[in-house]
């Protein structure tokens, strides 16, 4: 096994290593010292890690060293959402301190006219949506022919989300051969692999996949709770009571999390709700009033919470158990941001238990049960699964239990 490299042995350029010592980092996350060489040299990148393991950085950096400021538009990120678009865009220009590099947003909700005024006064670096990004297509106000340096941030969220079509057509207007293609998601679903076969370089492709177990979750308490549906929300309550930090619960769907959220602000809870049915600006008063801590409890759902980054988040409640393990890494990652330590507890009725099963068995590390610490009885099992819940539970009675 070979030493960890710094950020000044990856080859980037002194004027990114200056901004990079400010900000106090050294030593890259395993994404950023994997994929940095090989963008480095010219190669097209598929990248999977979860979100929160510095992917930004991963291509940020080494499209600052490579890209000539004299020149017009020649890097383009694509992201799924506004605010990744934001956070995004601070991220690059956050390294970019020392060079003449400059970055813009483009998303809709914005004016056009200002973006427009903005790309013509002269950027190397575009990030934005796709729909807004076509918009300028089609206008004319934007031209790809010359991008030089292609990234789909967030591929599996963009795919969720219905961008397959944007995105290919965005794609489609480019030069696959002139341009140097990275593409970063968290999974990597059967459509995602399709998009990078057909779309980079045959021959000259490298794949850098970090699996849970090289993902670092080493600073988060896992643990779990075993109840019935009906105790779910008095038990949230118990737990997040006594808890100072800034926490984020996961729900299942729109209508969960504003039911959650009213409910909670009932129990006296600062709290705010954020899902796809929110227009922008509410979505932007939410997330500004939660960093700004404002609100110390954010309900979310998955598509929605993707790409937010909270540093002061320090329990993370999976309301609902998610239906894949992956989802379940992506949500804990929203605590123990920056190397900080942070918790995750999971409320599991016997109806979601197969899903959580799954959770278990990818788990790293071991995952504490709650109950007997708690004094709450264990619920059985719905289809009797001897086991699974280890019989540590005082007095579980077995109940009918009705399919949400």
Do not use: C, W
């Not at 992201?79 to 998303?107: D, G, M, W």
């Not at 809709?108 to 006219?113: E, K, L, R, T």
């Amino acid at each position: 096994m070979t030493d960890k490299k710094t950020f000044r042995e990856l080859g980037l350029d002194e004027s990114v290593n200056r901004a990079l010592k400010e900000n106090g980092l050294e030593e890259p996350f395993p994404i950023q010292a994997a994929a940095i060489p090989l963008v480095l040299q010219g190669k097209d990148v598929v990248g999977q890690a979860h979100t929160g393991t510095g992917k930004t950085a991963a291509f940020a950096l080494p499209l600052l060293t490579m890209i000539k400021s004299n020149r017009p538009v020649q890097a383009l990120v694509l992201v799924p959402t506004r605010e990744l678009a934001v956070q995004v865009t601070s991220e690059i220009q956050k390294f970019s301190r020392y060079t003449q590099t400059k970055t813009v947003s483009i998303y809709g909700g914005q004016s056009f006219g200002l973006q427009h005024d903005k790309i013509r006064r002269g950027v190397q670096i575009i990030v934005a949506t796709p729909g807004r990004l076509i918009d300028h297509v089609r206008r004319g106000t934007i031209r790809l022919e010359g991008i030089k340096f292609l990234v789909l941030d967030e591929a599996d969220r963009m795919l969720d989300m219905g961008f397959i079509d944007d995105i290919e057509f965005i794609l489609s207007r480019t030069d696959r051969n002139g341009r140097q293609t990275m593409l970063f998601s968290a999974t990597m679903p059967p459509e995602i692999l399709r998009l990078a076969k057909e779309h980079m370089k045959k021959g000259n492709t490298h794949e850098v996949r970090l699996n849970t177990e090289e993902v670092s979750l080493k600073n988060i308490e896992q643990s779990y709770l075993m109840i019935s549906e009906q105790e779910k929300f008095v038990r949230l309550v118990d737990i997040m009571r006594p808890v100072k930090e800034q926490m984020i619960v996961f729900a299942a769907t729109k209508s969960r999390t504003d039911r959650l959220a009213r409910e909670l602000r009932q129990e006296g809870f600062r709290v705010s709700a954020i899902h796809g049915d929110l227009q922008q600006k509410q979505r932007d008063s939410v997330m500004q009033r939660f960093r700004n801590g404002g609100d110390n409890i954010l309900v979310a759902t998955d598509i929605a919470a993707r790409g937010i980054d909270v540093p002061a988040v320090g329990l993370v409640i999976n309301y609902d158990v998610p239906i894949d393990p992956d989802t379940y890494f992506h949500r804990i990652g929203r605590t123990a941001r920056a190397g900080a330590e942070g918790r995750a507890i999971t409320l599991v009725t016997p109806e979601r238990s197969p899903d959580f099963q799954k959770i278990l068995r990818q788990a790293k590390a071991p995952l504490a049960m709650l109950n007997e610490s708690m004094g709450i009885a264990v619920p059985a099992m719905r289809h009797g699964r001897p086991g699974f819940y280890g019989g540590r539970g005082k007095g579980g009675n077995r109940r009918n239990f009705r399919r949400r």
